[in-house]
């Protein structure tokens, strides 16, 4: 089993910007694909932004020149800079890796972690 742990959420202004981070725990497994999902109430969950294991990167439309997604493979990481934060990005932000475990292909979610920004 894969475990993973969102930090970095919170209130911000807008204009402003945050840093979510996800780490993940368990073991004997592999990543493929990390990404960053969110979804704001009443809204289905969209994709903010993904990296795949080669390092290619793909944005929502709306977070594209604004948002930053990386991936640090040896510590299992993925990473969300988020600048010139609007109102619009508040919503829970949801990490997701698509791993090996035990020769088993699976998606992985994170808890979840709220980033609000004030207008």
């Known amino acids: 089993q894969v475990q993973l742990v969102e930090s970095g959420g919170g209130l911000v202004q807008a204009g402003g910007s945050l840093r979510l981070s996800c780490a993940a725990s368990?073991?004997?497994?592999?990543?493929?694909?990390m990404a960053w999902y969110r979804q704001a109430p009443g809204k289905q969950r969209e994709l903010v932004a993904v990296i795949n294991s080669g390092g290619s990167t793909s944005y929502g439309d709306s977070v594209k020149g604004r948002f930053a997604i990386s991936r640090d493979n040896a510590k299992n990481t993925v990473s969300l800079q988020m600048n010139r934060l609007k109102s619009e990005d508040t919503a829970v932000y949801y990490c997701?890796?698509?791993?090996?475990?035990?020769?088993?292909?699976?998606?992985?979610w994170g808890q979840g972690t709220q980033v609000t920004v004030s207008s």
């Open positions: 368990g073991s004997r497994f592999s990543i493929n694909a």
């Open positions: 997701y890796y698509y791993c090996n475990v035990g020769g088993t292909w699976r998606d992985y």
